[in-house]
Nanobody, 116 residues
Framework: VQLVESGGGLVQPGGSLRLSCAASGFAFSSSTMSWARQVPGKELEWLCGIYGDGITYYADTVKGRFTISRDNAKNTVYLQMNSLKPEDTAVYYC???????????WGQGTQVTVSS
């Protein structure tokens, strides 16, 4: 099982980034996928999720600015982030959700820094 995030980097406030998470080793198309982020010294913050059928759900903190999507043909989930703020600076992780803890998988994370 592998989840590999990419697309992070440095962006100015108000800018946009699109993160990607390429998945392999499990039944991606039927899996619920999520994005979360973590600032050093703070708790992990769940951001959004998407069911295998494409239904999405968001935390209030990112609703209207972030969009999660997926391409089941490419086994990839995306996070489009718009109107970025300095407080969005964090390491962003994708996650394969599951009812059983031993079937939950995490990527290695990608750093997003929002700064002028």
């Amino acid at each position: 099982v592998q989840l590999v995030e990419s697309g992070g980097g440095l962006v100015q406030p108000g800018g946009s980034l699109r993160l990607s998470c390429a998945a392999s080793g499990f039944a991606f198309s039927s899996s619920t996928m999520s994005w979360a982020r973590q600032v050093p010294g703070k708790e992990l913050e769940w951001l959004c999720g998407i069911y295998g059928d494409g239904i999405t759900y968001y935390a209030d903190t990112v609703k209207g600015r972030f969009t999660i999507s997926r391409d089941n043909a490419k086994n990839t989930v995306y996070l489009q982030m718009n109107s970025l703020k300095p407080e969005d600076t964090a390491v962003y992780y994708c996650r394969r959700d599951a009812s059983s803890a031993d079937e939950v998988f995490w990527g290695q994370g990608t750093q997003v820094t929002v700064s002028s």
